[in-house]
């Protein structure tokens, strides 16, 4: 873990997994760096917040607060269903991070 302070902390959606929601935390320190924490509970350490969002957009992941609205509806989802995961517990933040949803019938 990195020596700085949590300055800023962003959640991220993977659109290749829509409706189903699938979460990942960005989370930048005072130093500049970065980790990432996925669905599957790992940490990834970046030395930068650019390197961070890089790796998470290759792994196609958005930002939450960057999904318009016609990728909701893409995906059958409404801003009400985008709540990111809480908890105190590590174990029980990733216990959230993936949210399994039917899928919309189109017909």
């Known amino acids: 873990m990195s020596d700085g302070e949590v300055t800023r ?3 991220w959606l993977g659109v290749g997994g829509l409706p189903d929601l699938l979460w990942a935390r ?3 320190f005072s130093d500049g760096s970065a980790e990432v924490l996925d669905l599957d509970g790992r940490v990834h350490r970046f030395p930068s917040e650019q390197a961070a969002r890089y790796w998470l957009l290759e792994d196609e992941y958005e ?3 960057s999904l318009d609205d016609e990728d909701l509806r893409y995906g059958g989802l409404s801003r009400d269903d985008l709540v990111p995961p809480s908890a ?3 174990s029980d933040l990733v216990a ?3 949210v399994r949803r039917q899928p ?4």
């Open 9 to 11: 902390v962003g959640w």
């Open 26 to 28: 960005l989370q930048v």
């Open 63 to 65: 930002p939450l607060d």
């Open 88 to 90: 105190v517990r590590h």
């Open 96 to 98: 959230q991070m993936l």
């Open 104 to 107: 919309v019938d189109a017909g």
